[in-house]
Antibody
Framework: QVQLKESGPGLVQPSETLSLTCTVS????????VSWVRQPSGKGPEWMGR???????AYNSALKSRLSISRDTSKNQVFLKMNSLQTDDTGTYYC????????????WGQGVMVTVSS | DIQMTQSPPVLSASVGDRVTLSCKAS??????LDWYQQKHGEAPKLLIY???NLQTGIPSRFSGSGSGTDYTLTISSLQPEDVATYYC????????FGGGTKLELK
């Protein structure tokens, strides 16, 4: 069955870099795109960026200067790196499978809570 | 960037009510809109894709409609398990979620 699981540190220091891994199973990264979506506590989701099935990437314009998404298809993993973290980057970070290219997030990981604090 | 405005922010309704949630885009999004349901402590769940297509496994009491800048999610007969926050998401130009409508039981 389709599964996605995020992993990474729960606590990051301000100004440091966040590194998260999304490990997928039950589908191929060369057939489906994977997005990263984050959600501050008590607020709505924010789409961050996407690894397209063909290896291309797309980023939220507000985060583009700080964000990088890559993948390792042999390990079924998608990676997120975001630098210069600040306290308002605190929240739950999800990876999702995009069922229809750039929409239809039909499967979500459990999410990983990231706190930016010294 | 396209802005998505959902109304009302909070909606109280009774079991069995017909409930309508609205989502308005700052420009025409050509029906490129999904709806998601998020229950407390869970990841969002896809309900409706491309304005009016019901995702597999979602009860038929959920439906979507709209065009241009105005879109609606309707629950034909509210059930207790529908208590959640609902988000619209556009992918016509960039990719943007709305601020959500929190649906409560009266």
């Amino acid at each position: 069955q389709v599964q996605l699981k995020e992993s990474g540190p729960g606590l990051v220091q301000p100004s440091e870099t966040l590194s998260l891994t999304c490990t997928v199973s039950g589908f191929s990264l060369t057939s489906y795109s994977v997005s990263w979506v984050r959600q501050p506590s008590g607020k709505g989701p924010e789409w961050m960026g996407r690894m397209w099935y063909d290896g291309d990437t797309a980023y939220n314009s507000a985060l583009k200067s700080r964000l990088s998404i890559s993948r390792d298809t042999s390990k079924n993993q998608v990676f997120l790196k975001m630098n210069s973290l600040q306290t308002d980057d605190t929240g739950t970070y999800y990876c999702t499978r995009d069922a229809f290219g750039s929409s239809g997030f039909d499967y979500w990981g459990q999410g990983v809570m990231v706190t930016v604090s010294s | 960037d396209i802005q998505m405005t959902q109304s009302p922010p909070v909606l109280s309704a009774s079991v069995g009510d017909r409930v309508t949630l609205s989502c308005k885009a700052s420009q025409n999004i050509n029906k490129n809109l999904d709806w998601y349901q998020q229950k407390h402590g869970e990841a969002p769940k896809l309900l409706i894709y491309y304005t009016n297509n019901l995702q597999t496994g979602i009860p038929s009491r959920f439906s979507g409609s709209g065009s241009g800048t105005d879109y609606t999610l309707t629950i034909s007969s509210l059930q207790p398990e529908d208590v959640a926050t609902y988000y619209c998401y556009q992918y016509n130009s960039g990719w943007t979620f709305g601020g959500g409508t929190k649906l409560e039981l009266k």
